[in-house]
Each structure stands twice: as C-alpha cells, then as structure tokens.
C-alpha cells in the first residue's frame, strides 16, 4: 500500500490535455478565467497584509504574521498558486499546442499538479462549511465593516466559486481515491502546525482546537472535519465523472483544443500513480 501511494506512475502524463482544456471555451478564455482568478486571489491575500500593517486596531503587521497559520489562509494561498500555474499551463498549450510547460515538468511534478488540483476543489468547501456553520460570529448580522465583509466573503465564499470553475469548466479527470488520504495527511499536518502555533505564539487558530473551552469534543471537531473532507473529496469525485459522462458521453461535447487537436479515446487511460492513480 505504501509503496503504491509514494508512486508516481509511468504512463504519459495527461496526454489529451485535460487538465489544460474545457469541454465548453477555448484554451484562451480558460487561460483568461484561471489568471483572473488567480489575481483576483493574489490581489485579496496581498491586499489584507498590507491593510492589517496599516491599522494597529487589527493587529497590525503581527496580525499578518500570523495569518499564515490559518487553514483559510494557507488554502487560498494554494488556491491561488494553482490557478497561477494552471493559468500557465493553459496558455502554453494553446500557443505551443501538444507541448504545454506542464509536459516538460519531472513527472513527481506533474503528480504534485493534480493532487494540487484535488486540494483545490476539496478544501474550499471544507473551509467555507467550518466558517459559515462554526465560526461567523455575528450571527444574524453582516460585518460591522466593509472592509470585513468583502476580505471574509473573498476567503471563504469566493473560494468555492472558484472551485466550482474548476470542477465544472474544465476536462479534468475525476481524481484518484489516493488522493483522499494524502489530503488527510496534509489536514494532519495542519493540525500539528496548529499546536505548534499555540506552544510558540500563545493563540489557538481556531476556537474548537482549544481543550479549555471543548474539553474532549476537541476530538470530535478533528475527526469530524476529517469526515466532512472525505464526504466532500467523494461529492466532488462524483460530481467530475458526471460532468464529464454528460457533457463528453451525451452532449458529445469532447473539448475544445488548440489548433486542431483531436482526442483519441485510446490514449485516454493513463496510470498517474499514487498521487494521481485512478
């Protein structure tokens, strides 16, 4: 079973294009969409430093700091690296048609990208479930601020939406069930990351984490977020086949390819390995 999961697979990687392609806009407007996003992403996280550094009743620059040591944060960090790269992906192939800069990568690299591709549209979800349903603090109120409102919406609402695209628009594959556990790995890293947060700056990132105040339920809230991460992986999981088996099988809608590209249904199998075995 190890063995298997550290594996990185030997088939040629992605060799349709699916993770650079949609069933319904071109390469180029793909390529448009994810570099917005990833601004868009970018300019929220970059934006919320520099505004924390400017106003000390927020914490200031150490408020910034410590932003790093938040799920929400560090995932919308990923999110936006991946839309980075998958932007990038994206225009090489529509200009350089079967050679986009993904092919050219070690294939550990190219591994990495679609388990990347799975945190992304796992974890937004997860994210935006724990803050709407555990953590908003104003109950039936909006933010006092303008400024919290639209900084909370970006990280945990938009976040998901962005997700969505990614689920939706492109030709990605389902991913691998291998997938789930290394996303368990990394919610367990996390969760160390947590601790260490208390033991070396005095804070618990998130309330529930916090014995004094939930006591053995402590528990319950981490293995409970593991289920509610397991239940999501497989929701999306199911939500990508169905995707693909209506818009591909009943629409007829293969893709639309740079320059000529045609898909070949023999070459579409592919062993990715255990970061990315089906």
């Known amino acids: 079973m190890l063995p298997r999961a550290l594996a990185f697979g030997t088939d040629p990687w992605d060799p349709t294009h699916r993770f650079e392609t949609s069933w319904l806009i071109s390469p180029y407007a793909l390529f448009a969409l994810r570099a917005l996003f990833s601004l868009y992403a970018f300019t929220t996280l970059l934006f919320n430093m520099g505004y924390q550094c400017a106003h000390p009743d927020l914490g200031g620059c150490a408020a910034s700091r410590d932003g790093f040591s938040y799920f929400t944060v560090l995932t919308y960090w990923g999110l936006a690296f991946y839309l980075l790269a998958a932007a990038t ?41 724990v803050y709407w349903g555990l953590l ?118 293969r893709g639309k390819f740079a320059g000529a590209g045609v898909v070949r249904a023999d070459v579409e199998e592919q062993d990715l390995g255990g970061f990315a075995n089906k």
């Open 136 to 253: 908003y603090a104003y109950g039936a109120a909006w933010f006092p601020t303008a400024y919290g409102g639209w900084s909370n919406v970006s990280q945990h609402a938009l976040n998901s939406a962005f997700a969505i695209c990614e689920i939706l628009l492109p030709r990605a594959p389902p991913p691998p069930w291998i997938h789930a556990l290394w996303l368990l790995v990394v919610l367990a890293l996390y969760l160390a990351l947590a601790y260490v947060t208390r033991a070396t700056k005095g804070f618990y990132t998130y309330g529930f984490l916090d014995p004094g105040r939930t006591g053995p339920l402590v528990a319950a809230y981490v293995f409970g977020i593991a289920a509610v991460t397991l239940v999501i992986f497989a929701l999306v999981k199911g939500l990508i086949w169905t995707r693909r088996w209506v818009t591909e099988e009943k629409m007829g809608l």
């Open 89 to 129: 992906h994206t225009i090489t192939y529509a200009r350089q048609g079967s050679t986009p800069l993904i092919s050219r990568w070690p294939r550990p690299l190219q591994a990495l990208h679609a388990l990347l591709y799975s945190s992304v549209t796992t974890y937004p979800f997860l994210v935006t479930a």
